[in-house]
């Protein structure tokens, strides 16, 4: 079975999620929402990886077929953090370098830099404040085994790069737009360094060899189900669609 990172860790979250978006195949609604985090961070990334910020800005805007007062609350707030981005987050030699390896796993590591011939730093970035989240994380542990696996080179060290979202709630107005800009460009990118551990990738196989058995698809009731895209689903077992695609 080929998996990603991010299929086995929707199986980790609650395997009847999994069957619904995996077996299933069932999507939510487009979220065309101006403050949308997976529009943000596709263009924080743009931003990033061509060391322009209207290529972010433009990233942003070709999700919609307007753009209105509160798009542009958005685009204000992608102009405050990306120019920190591209000063603070080194140049990487790869940009969305993938791993495929057939019938197991596919992935992307964000960025590598360059350290010596053969040797890179590994970043995956994060359009996130919930850094106590992510440490914990099997992700980058996973694309330094597959990384190391696949070619001749070696990682030296493991990165998420946190590029902060704003603290302080838009008010309704938009008065206070500045106020977030302001605060946006006085915080730095947060660099939190990860220690290879063999155990993270080890669970990852077990977890995904689970799967590979899977028959049942259990939910698994926790903190998460809140923001879970597909909850409305949940009582219904995943018969009710009109809420989808």
Not at 34 to 58: M, Y
Not at 186 to 212: C, G, M, P, T, W
């Amino acid at each position: 079975m080929k998996v990603s990172y991010s299929k086995v860790d929707t199986y980790n979250t609650c395997p009847f999620l999994y069957k619904l978006k995996y077996i299933e195949h069932l999507e939510p609604k487009d979220d065309l929402s101006p403050s949308n985090p997976l529009f943000i961070g596709t263009a924080c990334h743009e931003g990033i990886e061509t060391r322009d910020v209207e290529k972010a800005v433009e990233s942003y805007k070709s999700h919609f077929d307007e753009i209105t007062s509160e798009h542009e609350v958005e685009i204000e707030k992608i102009k405050s953090i990306v120019p920190k981005a591209i000063e603070q987050i080194p140049d990487c030699e790869f940009y969305e370098y993938k791993l495929d390896v057939p019938d197991e796993f596919v992935g992307y590591i964000d960025g590598l830099v360059k350290v010596d011939e053969g040797l890179y730093d590994l970043l995956d970035f994060k359009t996130s404040n919930n850094i106590s989240g992510y440490k914990t994380s099997p992700q980058v542990h996973i694309y330094k085994y597959y990384f190391e696996r696949l070619t001749e080179n070696k990682v030296r060290d493991l990165y998420y790069v946190f590029i902060p979202k704003s603290a302080i709630k838009l008010n309704e107005d938009l008065s206070n737009v500045k106020e977030i800009t302001d605060e946006l460009k006085s915080r730095d990118i947060h660099f939190e360094k990860i220690d290879f551990d063999k155990q993270q990738v080890n669970y990852f196989f077990a977890r995904k060899s689970l799967l590979e058995k899977e028959t049942n698809f259990q939910k698994r009731y926790s903190s998460k189900c809140n923001w879970c895209q597909l909850r409305k689903f949940c009582k219904t077992n995943g018969a009710d669609r009109s809420e989808l695609k």
